[in-house]
């Protein structure tokens, strides 16, 4: 590989390789980028002081990600998930179902969705049905099933929710984590299965997940990143990421 000297191409790359194998080692990241281990260690201090990976004796590895609550997580990276709400808000027309999961990111969503003359928008999400409720040609479908207080969601199973018969035009989810193997999961299992219970309503499903998400795994898996046709993510993922995503047949829409 060619010496990297910019710092933010050094850590773009460390990133990918720990993305790639779930770990990197400091010597062979300083091997391979034609740099002193003293920098590589201050790189991965910077990316763990960033919350993308997580510093191990000798090296590195992909964080894990405890369950964090939904007024945390809607503190963290606003601007990103602003700009890729923006970007997800306009694949949505008119007359349409739309159904939305219960993230921060979806939750920026739904403060921008675009004036519709009808829109039927179906979801788990609390705080999202609460903002829409008295949004004029907006009907609201909270679905059933137990209320997870952390996140502000129900979950449960399809018929818990109500989901028996429900067909979306389109669908955005959002993402607890993003593994090596391409893998989309969740801190629960309750939130995981009822991701896959909303995913199977969706004629068209759309992943919104900042670049950190692409750099931390959890316990549950929901669906592969394939199983998405169009992913939107921020200016931040690298580009070896960036071209797996495309590989797998996705839209990528980098904002």
């Not at 201050?42 to 990600?65: C, F, K, N, Y």
């Not at 316990?219 to 990143?225: I, T």
């Amino acid at each position: 590989m060619v010496r990297l000297v910019f710092a933010a191409d050094r850590r773009a790359a460390i990133l990918a390789k720990v993305f790639e194998d779930g770990h990197a080692r400091t010597v062979d990241l300083a091997e391979l980028l034609q740099v002193s281990e003293v920098t590589i260690r201050g790189d991965l201090d910077e990316l763990e002081r960033q919350g993308r990976i997580a510093r191990v004796h000798g090296g590195a590895t992909m964080p894990q990600s405890p369950l964090v609550g939904f007024d945390e997580r809607s503190t963290q990276r606003v601007e990103v998930k602003q700009r890729i709400a923006a970007a997800a808000a306009q694949l949505i027309n008119d007359g349409t179902t739309v159904v939305l999961d219960s993230g921060t990111t979806i939750y920026a969503l739904a403060c921008q969705l675009p004036t519709v003359s009808h829109l039927v928008v179906v979801t788990p999400g609390v705080s999202i049905a609460l903002r829409l409720m008295e949004v004029s040609g907006i009907e609201v479908r909270l679905l059933g099933g137990r209320v997870e207080p952390r996140i502000k969601a129900t979950v449960g199973s399809v018929r818990a929710q109500g989901l028996e018969g429900v067909i979306a035009h389109i669908a955005f989810f959002g993402a607890g984590g993003i593994d090596a193997d391409n893998d989309i999961a969740e801190g629960t299992f309750g939130i995981a299965d009822s991701k896959r219970s909303l995913m199977a309503t969706a004629r068209r499903r759309v992943l919104l997940a900042d670049s950190s998400k692409w750099a931390s795994e959890d316990r549950y898996k929901v669906a592969s990143v394939a199983e998405f046709d169009t992913v939107i993510t921020d200016d931040g993922l690298p580009e070896q990421l960036r071209e797996r995503v495309r590989s797998l047949g996705c839209e990528l829409i980098i904002v």
